[in-house]
Structures are given as structure tokens and as C-alpha cells.
């Protein structure tokens, strides 16, 4: 099971860190990733990282914005969101799949999926 949570207001510029828990199950051999969706849009990955190397990627949009990150245990996934804009305001989700390669941004190659929190950013 994922848990995301870590959502809320915060106004234009500002910062949030999105944090999703594992349980149930070790994240070492995964890939995680953060997607985003807002109302009649396309779910999209906003970044990912594959546990055994923490190797990422990210969307441009939040390049030297957002940044990944995993805790000592490595079974928290965060997302340092900084530098926040009114179009990064959506439901946020984390999702999981198996891999022993470079994690992936496309929302078919998850298996596991949170509920999602949604990040408003407005003044």
C-alpha cells in the first residue's frame, strides 16, 4: 500500500514536500513516481526514482524546481516542491512498479497506486 499526503496551500513562490509511505511492502527493487492531474487532463509523471541506483527523471516544466528524494530506509518517497506555480496545481499521486532499471514516467508502466493530495497554489 501507498499512502501520498503532504498537500495544501501555498501561495505563488512558495514551497511544499510531498512525502509517500510504503507499507506493506520494501520499495528496494522499485521505481517510484509523482504524477499530477488536473480536472479533463491527462494524468502526468512529474518525476520518478529508481530505488536501487536513485537514479531520476523529471518533467522540464519542474526541472530545478522539484526534486526527489527517497529517506534513509528508502521506504519514504518525497517530493521537494519549490518555486511553486498557480499551473502546478492539481491532485498529486505516487504509484510504484517493480524494475531493475531506469524508472519511468509514463502512468501504463505503474502497478501501484496512492490516493492521491491535492496541492493548490494560489495568492
Known amino acids: 500500500q501507498l499512502q501520498a499526503f503532504g498537500g495544501g496551500l501555498v501561495q505563488p513562490g512558495g514551497s511544499l514536500r510531498l512525502s509517500c509511505a510504503a507499507s506493506g511492502f520494501a520499495l528496494d527493487l522499485y521505481a517510484i513516481g509523482w504524477f499530477r492531474q488536473v480536472p479533463g487532463k491527462e494524468r502526468e509523471g512529474v518525476s520518478c526514482i529508481s530505488i536501487w541506483d536513485d537514479s531520476t527523471s523529471n518533467l522540464d516544466s519542474v526541472k530545478g524546481r522539484f526534486t526527489i528524494s527517497t529517506d534513509n530506509t528508502k521506504n519514504t518517497v518525497f517530493l521537494q516542491m519549490d518555486s511553486l506555480k498557480p499551473e502546478d496545481t492539481a491532485v498529486y499521486y505516487c504509484?510504484?512498479?517493480?524494475?531493475?532499471?531506469?524508472?519511468?514516467?509514463?502512468?501504463?508502466?505503474?502497478?501501484?497506486w496512492g490516493q492521491g493530495t491535492l496541492v493548490t497554489v494560489s495568492s
Open positions: 504509484a510504484a512498479y517493480p524494475t531493475y532499471y531506469y524508472c519511468s514516467r509514463r502512468t501504463q508502466d505503474y502497478d501501484y
